[in-house]
């Protein structure tokens, strides 16, 4: 398999995470619910305190920074930051319903973040550094940000096998040789399943005492259906493999990950699908 193009995956990626902000926003409840433990980890993991001024990469709707902000008043403030504006607006309007007033918004490149050097006390970055074209320079970047001290908290995801809210539709749509396996040590919510791969990183970046944990979590949704449903809106790379289909095939490959993840659903039919995250902290 040819490497990427990282200025081309750097293009489409920007382009399915604007496609996909909308959903993000509307799936937030559920989403949330699941990622709360990972959330919490992360927050305690850098020791927000008043005063401190806190940026969140990759914020999405914003949650993970949000619970941050309360801590670091009075006199602190969040930045909460996405790469793409539209994500931004997921954030703008979640601040607003909770009445979150000590935060600024922007647009923020992970990989060429455009902040002063030593200017931050901490730094979240839920689910991020995996996805990007060059993870070595991001956390470089975010050793450069943060002030002698300062803590960044890190999410990333265990093995495909521990996820299969995820992995299930991916796996038979290349049963199906719909798709050709992905390269899990390209950019890939599964980069970073090796946590070896998370301490190398971090060390050669600069970062001191890294700590590697995990923290079990659960999707839990009405019914399979609503998973479904949920999974096609915010993941354009799904949406755009089953939209090559026909209907015939369609119909096998919910069969096939309906069967799959049968173990998950209850006799209601509620489905309770668990994940693994990587959870990591390092002090610059």
């Not at 935060?103 to 931050?120: G, K």
């Not at 999974?231 to 493999?241: G, V, Y």
């Amino acid at each position: 398999m040819a490497p990427i193009d990282p200025e081309a995956y750097r293009t489409t990626s920007r382009a399915r995470w604007a496609e996909a902000a909308g959903a993000w926003g509307t799936y937030r409840d559920v989403i949330q619910a699941a990622a709360e433990p990972v959330s919490h980890w992360m927050v305690d993991a850098i020791d927000p305190q008043p005063g401190h001024r806190v940026l969140e990469l990759a914020a999405g709707p914003g949650d993970t920074g949000f619970l941050a902000a309360e801590l670091i008043e009075p006199g602190g403030t969040l930045i909460s930051s996405d790469v793409v504006e539209e994500m931004v607006d997921q954030a703008r309007a979640r601040a607003a319903e909770l009445g979150v007033t000590n935060v600024e918004f922007r647009t923020i490149d992970a990989e060429w973040i455009d902040l002063p050097t030593a200017s931050l006390d901490g730094v979240l970055a839920r689910w991020l550094y995996m996805l990007l074209a060059d993870p070595a320079t991001a956390l470089r970047e975010t050793r450069r940000v943060l002030r002698p001290g300062g803590r960044l908290a890190l999410a990333a995801w265990a093995d495909p096998t521990e996820n299969p809210w995820a992995s299930a539709p991916t796996a038979e749509l290349i049963a199906m040789e719909a798709i050709d396996p992905p390269d899990l040590d390209e950019p890939d919510m599964f980069a970073f399943r090796d946590p070896q791969r998370i301490v190398g990183l971090l060390e050669d970046a600069g970062f001191e005492d890294v700590a590697v944990e995990q923290v079990a979590i659960v999707y839990r949704y009405r019914s399979l259906d609503d998973w479904w449903d949920t999974m096609l809106d915010i993941s354009t790379s799904l949406a755009q493999a089953v939209g090559t289909l026909t209907p015939a095939q369609r119909d096998d490959l919910r069969d096939a990950v309906d069967a799959r993840l049968a173990q998950y659903v209850a006799d209601d039919g509620s489905a309770s699908l668990p994940g693994l995250t990587h959870v990591a902290a390092a002090g610059a």
